[in-house]
């Protein structure tokens, strides 16, 4: 049975960083594409990256690019979120998804505020 889950979410100032994390379970991390979306109170979902099988392509939205960081360690089955200088409005509910078959996990959440 598949199953993602996130850690790592927190409480932080602006301008602090944050690693999230998304395990999977019951499949091959590494044979699949895994995306990082966010959704913040009273907004939509919205997709902030994605890192694909085997190729390791990675495409970032656009209010992220030069701050947030997408990996995968195989050997751990894990795919993380490294995310720096973060701001007030990266404030948001962080899940991670293997669309392939449209499996999420339940999310973890990241507020920023001083």
């Known amino acids: 049975q598949v199953h993602l889950v996130e850690s790592g979410g927190g409480l932080t100032q602006p301008g602090g960083s944050l690693r999230l994390s998304c395990v999977g379970s019951?499949?091959?991390?590494?044979?699949?594409?895994i995306a990082w979306h966010r959704q913040a109170p009273g907004k939509e979902r919205e997709y902030i990256a994605s890192?694909?099988?085997?190729?390791?392509?990675?495409i970032y939205m656009n209010s992220v690019k030069g701050r947030f960081t997408i990996s995968r360690d195989s050997a751990k089955n894990t795919v993380y979120l490294q995310m720096n200088n973060l701001q007030v409005n990266d404030t948001a509910t962080y899940y991670c998804?293997?669309?392939?078959?449209?499996?999420w996990g339940k999310g973890t959440l990241v507020i920023v505020s001083s």
């Open positions: 998804q293997r669309p392939s078959g449209h499996f």
């Open positions: 019951g499949f091959v991390i590494s044979e699949y594409a």
């Open positions: 890192i694909n099988d085997r190729d390791f392509g990675i």
